[in-house]
Each structure stands twice: as structure tokens, then as C-alpha cells.
């Protein structure tokens, strides 16, 4: 049983952006979650096998954008316009996510 390893993750100032980088675990529906220090897992974004469909989080809504590319078997999340908000360990996932979690990226926003 494979579990995604996320990468990409660092800190930034408000405003700035990163790229996060993970595996896809198969012919799918994708999706990237966050864990904010001290809260629960909460859904950042999601994405179809084919790419024509995706969704976000009203809070991310017009500053990531997750795509995938099928052939390398990657699935993206470009975040720009980083916000002190969205300090936590991003994860990525089936959605909707299996129970156990891989290993997250931690991302850092400071102002």
C-alpha cells in the first residue's frame, strides 16, 4: 500500500507562493489537505482523474490552483498569494482521504 509523500513545502513571506509536489496514488479522484496547528484535517482542493474537474476551498478559492499531470503520475498544488491563514502540514490523498495519512509538507507563512 503506497502512501503520498508531499514535497515542496517551505516558509514564505505573505504574499509569496510555492509549488507542492506529490504522487497520485492511481486512477483517481485527488485532493490536498491542510492540518493548521492545533485543528483538525480540513480540504484544500480536489481534482479528477482526467483534470476537467476541480475544487477548492472557499478559503483558497482564486490563490491555488491544483492540476495533475497523468503521465509522471504528479499532482500539483500552486499556491500564490500565501496568506498567514494558511500556515500548516499540507497533505495530499484519495478524495475523499483514506484514513492514514502519508507524510505532509510543512508550509510557513509569516507577515
Known amino acids: 500500500q503506497d502512501y503520498p509523500v508531499a514535497s515542496g513545502g517551505g516558509s514564505v513571506q505573505a504574499g509569496g507562493s510555492l509549488r507542492l509536489s506529490c504522487a497520485a496514488l492511481?486512477?483517481?479522484?485527488m485532493g490536498w489537505f491542510r492540518r493548521p496547528p492545533g485543528k483538525e484535517y480540513e480540504f484544500v482542493a480536489g481534482i479528477t482523474y482526467d483534470g476537467r474537474t476541480t475544487a477548492y476551498a472557499d478559503s483558497v478559492k482564486g490563490r491555488f490552483t491544483i492540476s495533475r499531470d497523468n503521465v509522471k503520475n504528479m499532482v500539483y498544488l500552486q499556491m500564490d498569494n500565501l496568506e498567514q491563514e494558511d500556515t500548516a502540514v499540507y497533505y495530499c490523498?484519495?478524495?475523499?482521504?483514506?484514513?492514514?495519512w502519508g507524510q505532509g509538507t510543512q508550509v510557513t507563512v509569516s507577515s
Open positions: 492511481g486512477p483517481d479522484i
Open positions: 490523498n484519495l478524495n475523499p482521504p483514506r484514513a492514514i
